[in-house]
């Protein structure tokens, strides 16, 4: 029999360093799921959903090999809430299933814990799907620069990308633990120590 298994929700804005803290626990063993990876599985080419989309959007969001043209089908939705609510109308079930199947799979491998990383956790009213709810904070300006950085793009576009998403101190409120990820690797990588001790009830698991 699959044993009970712990689903952990990881959360946090825009490059406030997600895929950092959810590497530290994938380090120690701990199957990570990766919501954005399932938003990019569920929309292969030949799927029901892709299908659904180009039903919806049109050809043009496919490029010249079939496959989902992310930034063109983005530009579509991005000011326009109607058309994200379509789309978020195919892909969220087929992602809801798509976790399901994954999280069953690490049950049954005898796993007692998972970490479920989704950005949106939160605003898709999600929160239900995990058992306990992590969340990755970092200073504003921290957040900005990191961006800015890591995108290529101009601060104008970086506040209005940041402005677009849930602030940061409110999705704070929704963590029973709030990861800062503001200071040094090593910093964090302590701070994330003291987490997973806590977690397994010994800092030697």
């Known amino acids: 029999m699959p044993t009970k298994i712990r689903v952990i929700g990881l959360t946090g804005g825009i490059a406030t360093g997600k895929s950092s803290v ?10 990570v799921i990766d919501a954005d990876q399932l938003a990019r599985d569920v929309v292969l080419p030949g799927s029901p959903a892709l299908e659904r989309i180009t039903s919806l959007f049109g050809q043009d969001v496919l490029t010249h090999d079939g496959v989902l ?28 299933k798509l976790s399901e199947e994954r999280i069953a799979l690490a049950a049954a491998e005898g796993h007692q814990r998972l970490i479920y990383m ?16 992590w969340v990755v904070t970092v200073c504003p300006e921290i957040q900005l620069e990191r961006l800015i950085k890591r ?19 409110e999705k704070e409120r929704y ?23 806590t977690e397994t009830g010994s800092s030697n698991e």
């Open 69 to 96: 043209d992310r930034k063109r089908l983005g530009a579509l939705i991005f000011a326009d809430p109607e058309k994200r609510r379509l789309l978020e109308e195919i892909l969220h079930p087929e992602i809801r």
């Open 175 to 197: 963590g029973s633990v709030v990861i800062d990820n503001s200071g040094t690797e090593a910093e964090t990588r302590l701070a994330l120590e003291t987490v997973w001790a």
């Open 151 to 169: 995108d290529g793009i101009s601060r104008e576009q970086a506040e209005r990308m940041v402005g677009s998403q849930m602030p940061l101190i």
């Open 22 to 31: 959810a590497r530290f626990f994938s380090e120690r063993g701990i199957p």
């Open 118 to 133: 989704a950005p949106l956790l939160i605003e898709a009213g999600a929160t239900d799907r995990v058992d306990d709810l």
